[in-house]
């Protein structure tokens, strides 16, 4: 396995981690508990997913991505990151095209795996100055995993 396939893997986790720990938080609630649309559809869609369901959770996904929600493009961008395509290839123009829109939002997730893509050049050219810029944004939004990568690549956030 070479360093590309093995940086491809690590970004596939972060996906799959991302997407369990919000269906955890989601669990125990219900959706009269949130105090916005987006929160109790986002709520909706994982007890969806919960119960197995999983053909109702995509479904609710892109309708949360076509009404703006940051959290359902997230998540949608990790199961095309998790899902080839019929052609066996990951679609990495619209994994980006969903994270841009949840980086607009201000989703820091989203800002991380975004700068991802563009250190490894998946999907978009891999530009230093483009990775720093998110990942700094990222680290600023709160999370953990650039705050690492700031750490690591000695970027100041």
């Known amino acids: 396995m070479n360093e590309r396939q093995f940086d491809l893997i690590k970004l596939m986790l972060?996906?799959?981690f991302l997407s369990l720990s919000f269906s955890l938080t989601c669990e125990a609630q219900t959706a009269s508990n949130y105090?916005?649309?987006?929160?109790?559809?986002?709520?909706?869609?994982n007890t969806a997913r919960l119960a197995g369901d999983n053909?109702?959770?995509?479904?609710?996904?892109?309708?949360?991505?076509?009404?703006?929600?940051?959290?359902?493009?997230?998540?949608?961008?990790?199961?095309?990151?998790?899902?080839?395509?019929?052609?066996?290839?990951?679609?990495?123009?619209?994994?980006?095209?969903?994270?841009?829109?949840?980086?607009?939002?201000?989703?820091?997730?989203?800002?991380?795996?975004?700068?991802?893509?563009?250190?490894n050049g998946y999907g978009v050219a891999a530009d230093m100055e483009k990775y720093k810029f998110w990942m700094k944004k990222a680290a600023r939004a709160g999370s953990q995993e650039a705050r690492n990568a700031c750490k690591q690549d000695n970027i100041e956030y």
């Open 35 to 45: 105090p916005t649309d987006e929160e109790a559809f986002m709520a909706q869609a």
């Open 55 to 119: 053909k109702k959770y995509n479904q609710m996904l892109v309708e949360g991505a076509k009404r703006g929600y940051g959290e359902a493009e997230v998540n949608l961008a990790a199961i095309f990151m998790m899902a080839p395509g019929s052609d066996g290839k990951i679609r990495f123009d619209l994994i980006n095209e969903l994270l841009n829109r949840a980086a607009s939002k201000g989703h820091a997730q989203a800002m991380y795996l975004l700068a991802f893509n563009y250190k």
């Open 14 to 16: 972060v996906c799959s």
